[in-house]
């Protein structure tokens, strides 16, 4: 039933940006803290980001801390992923999800792509 949309990855040089959205198909989804992931090739999918359902606390990978942001707009059951100075290290595919169990489906992610 819960359904997750990531959308704007892309192709970026090293020390760009991208803000990437995660729309989500229920509103009771803003009662839920909201995480975001990154899996890159060969890797493990790894938390990188979460947010509280109020948005009042966050928490982040060392891997991205000062460099990504998350934030939600609950009325829109949306929530963001601000990252900036990004690396080619930050080359993955990003998915949005629940931070901690129960996970929901995973959506099919946006492919970011960090790059010269």
């Known amino acids: 039933q819960v359904q997750f949309v990531e959308s704007g990855g892309g192709l970026v040089q090293p020390g760009g940006s991208l803000r990437l959205s995660c729309a989500t198909s229920?509103?009771?989804?803003?009662?839920?803290?909201m995480g975001w992931y990154r899996q890159a090739p060969g890797k493990e999918r790894e938390l990188v980001a979460s947010?509280?359902?109020?948005?009042?606390?966050?928490n982040y990978a060392d891997s991205v801390k000062g460099r990504f942001t998350i934030s939600r707009d609950n009325a829109k059951n949306t929530v963001y992923l601000q990252m900036n100075s990004l690396k080619p290290e930050d080359t993955a595919v990003y998915y949005c999800?629940?931070?901690?169990?129960?996970?929901?489906?995973w959506g099919r992610g946006t492919q970011v792509t960090v790059s010269s």
């Open positions: 229920g509103r009771f989804v803003s009662m839920y803290a």
């Open positions: 947010i509280t359902s109020a948005g009042g606390s966050t």
């Open positions: 999800n629940r931070p901690r169990a129960p996970l929901y489906e």
